[in-house]
């Protein structure tokens, strides 16, 4: 079965902890991106890698940091200097091609709580 | 400076009739629309997509209507089902120089009554 999964489910870290969550995608596709919803909003981008070794910063990317050292993991490494780190992130992942619209897949998401 | 916006929070609906979505943009190099649905604690899974040169894209129950003149669209969900109940979220993506990214609106928690 092809997918995105993403884990822990929950997790939780004291203030001051760096924490990273893992995404792994077996659907071969290029594109990957990390999103954060807090309650009450739409998705909010903090970072996105197109190809393998390349990632460009989001819409929020203070405080969060990745890696796409391998076409199918890209963990988001969540620092100690992201103020409000609490929300649901969310990986996904697309397959560009030479057309211009972009369907992108999911994984089930990541509850982070900081104590 | 939202460029996709959803300006109901949530939308009652009794089981059976129509629910009507709607989602507004502002920027006119948007030339896909997608849909998405969500539940609690899951992730998005996609739902229906309209390219710009459409007017309608239809699905089982799901239609999506674009107006681009009003730089407008809407979906439409007949029969409303308890299952649709969700929050649903409307994106669009611009020609390939934007990186692949899809713009977002916050979302419409639809509720279906039964």
């Known amino acids: 079965d092809g997918g995105i999964t993403q884990s822990p489910k929950y997790l939780f870290r004291k203030e001051g902890q760096n924490v990273t969550l893992s995404c792994e995608q077996n659907l071969n596709h290029d594109a990957m991106y990390w999103y954060r919803q807090d309650p009450g909003q739409g998705l909010r981008l903090i970072y996105y890698s197109q190809i393998v070794n390349d990632f460009q910063k989001g819409d929020i990317a203070e405080g969060y940091s990745v890696s796409r050292e391998k076409k199918e993991s890209f963990p988001l490494t969540v620092t100690s200097a992201q103020k409000n780190p609490t929300a649901f992130y969310l990986c996904?992942?697309?397959?560009?091609?030479?057309?211009?619209?972009?369907?992108?897949?999911f994984g089930p998401g990541t509850r982070l709580t900081v104590l | 400076d939202q460029q996709v916006k959803q300006n109901s929070p949530s939308l009652s609906v009794q089981e059976g009739r129509i629910s009507i979505l709607n989602c507004d943009y502002t920027?006119?190099?948007?030339?896909?629309f997608l849909w998405y649905k969500k539940y609690p604690a899951e992730g998005p899974t996609f739902l229906i997509s309209?390219?710009?040169i459409k007017d309608k894209n239809e699905d089982g129950r799901f239609t999506v209507f674009l107006n681009k003149s009003a730089k407008h669209l809407s979906l439409h969900i007949v029969p409303s089902q308890p299952g649709d109940s969700a929050v649903y979220f409307c994106a669009a993506s611009a020609p390939l120089d934007s990186n692949y990214q899809l713009i977002w609106g916050a979302g419409t928690k639809l509720i279906i009554k039964p």
């Open positions: 309209i390219s710009s």
């Open positions: 920027n006119s190099m948007f030339d896909y």
């Open positions: 996904a992942s697309s397959r560009p091609s030479g057309l211009s619209y972009n369907e992108q897949f």
